[in-house]
């Protein structure tokens, strides 16, 4: 497993690469690294981590199954259900047409393929991350795929110029986000070493080393977040930090339920306050009410395509073939792409599996918060994975970065750490 966990590690150092130079191509090369790794890993895994392993991810299976059978169902001629689109068609052509879900069955596919990929990496982490060793690497890797986007997102303009590609702004920032909860995770699991009595005889300078590069590290990603992200992604930064911050103090001074809920209580009193301060606009959607202000044009595209939206969806991947007609004459080019990853998934894939995925996103940050107040030692890798969830959760509805490779396969990861973590070996032994 140890060539396995090189080959994931360099993955995710490597995964801001696809901010520069992404697409159908890096997205195949990213899906060919990964399943090559699986299939090493179904040799190499012994056999007590293969049934922890099953015991840990199961549930979590069953879970990511259920979008991927739904966007397989939008590809299959499902006449009943079709699009009205493939009416318009077969009246156009004057034959039968066999009508889909999905508008572009092709992209849907591509759409799938990618949902594959990123599951297979959750999966993959999950693996790897099983040995608390390899849990280590896992985690210093994911830190720098954040800081390398984080310093990508602050140079571009100065350096990479020349390229002449259109950089995924929103996506570095996701990937900053996430690099920032990891980076505050990785301190404190220096300050768990050392309050342990861990850190062994002289090597208390290397722990202050690796502390240093950690808060290096989450000043990056803070201040890329804080030069070059709205107050949404700023605010999403905030609650994933605070949200670990908050689970130590818990552990710390040993509040137990009580503490939790005094803690969570005001923090939830706070969101609340947010919310409905946020400006309310006529006919503004929920899904874009926090949307990027800077894409006027490609919010009120994205609002057009809300009140068409069928409630089965569109099609997964179908938003950019969709765009050419929601568009205005006189919208930028850049209005073709989502404003939200919220809109997107409720215009692609029906706003009823957008409230499942919502819920389980929930219930995934209860269940990995629960597993961390329970773990002992390496209870900030459940933490973290929770941290990291609100954070994505919050993105979701600033803007749609999380559509991209890089920061889908960060999270995918960062949530498989968490998972493999969020019980401890030798129970199960």
Not at 50 to 72: D, E, H
Not at 281 to 296: D, K, M, V, Y
């Amino acid at each position: 497993m140890t060539k396995v966990a090189f080959i994931l590690t360099a993955l995710i150092c490597a995964s801001p690469a696809v901010l520069l130079w992404g697409g159908p191509e890096s997205l195949g090369i990213v899906a060919g690294i990964i399943a090559l790794a699986l299939t090493v890993t179904s040799f190499a895994l012994r056999p007590v981590e293969t049934k922890f392993l099953l015991s840990t991810v199961r549930p979590a299976v069953v879970i990511a199954a259920v979008p991927a059978l739904w966007i397989l169902l939008q590809v299959l001629p499902l006449g009943a259900f079709a699009h009205p689109i493939w009416t318009s068609a077969r009246s156009a052509l004057g034959h039968p047409v066999t009508g889909t879900i999905s508008v572009d069955p092709g992209m849907t596919a591509i759409g799938l393929c990618q949902y594959l990929t990123l599951a297979a990496a959750g999966l993959l982490s999950t693996a790897v991350a099983v040995d608390r060793r390899r849990a280590e690497w896992l985690l210093l890797a994911l830190m720098i795929g954040g800081v390398i986007s984080g310093l990508l997102v602050m140079t571009h303009d100065y350096l990479f110029a020349a390229l002449k590609r259109p950089f995924p702004r929103a996506q570095a920032v996701d990937c900053a986000v996430m690099g920032a909860v990891i980076a505050s995770a990785a301190c404190i699991r220096i300050f768990e070493q050392y309050d342990a009595g861990h850190s062994g005889r002289g090597s208390i300078p290397n722990l202050a080393r690796r502390l240093a590069l950690s808060c290096i590290a989450l000043a990056i990603c803070t201040g890329a977040v804080l030069l070059n992200g709205n107050s949404g992604m700023i605010v999403a930064t905030v609650c994933g930090i605070v949200v670990l911050v908050c689970m130590l103090i818990i552990r710390w001074f040993g509040l137990g339920g009580w503490g939790t809920m005094a803690l969570v209580t005001p923090a939830i009193g706070v969101a609340i306050v947010i919310a409905a301060n946020q400006p309310a606009q006529p006919g503004r959607s929920w899904l874009l009410a926090l949307a990027e202000t800077s894409s006027s044009a490609s919010t009120a595209m994205n609002e057009r395509m809300l009140e068409d939206a069928p409630l089965l969806g569109t099609g997964a991947g179908t938003f950019g073939a969709l765009a050419p007609i929601y568009r205005e004459m006189d919208d930028p080019s850049y209005s073709s792409t989502a404003s939200t990853t919220a809109a997107a998934f409720a215009i692609e894939l029906g706003r009823p599996l957008l409230w499942l995925i919502a819920a389980a996103a929930l219930v995934a940050i209860v269940i990995l918060l629960r597993a961390s107040l329970r773990r002992g030692r390496d209870w900030f890798y459940p933490a973290m994975g929770a941290s990291c969830l609100i954070a994505l959760f919050i993105s979701a509805f600033v803007n749609a970065g999380l559509l991209g490779t890089a920061p889908a396969l960060i999270g995918a990861c960062a949530i498989g750490l968490a998972l493999a973590q969020s019980k401890s070996r030798t129970v199960q032994s």
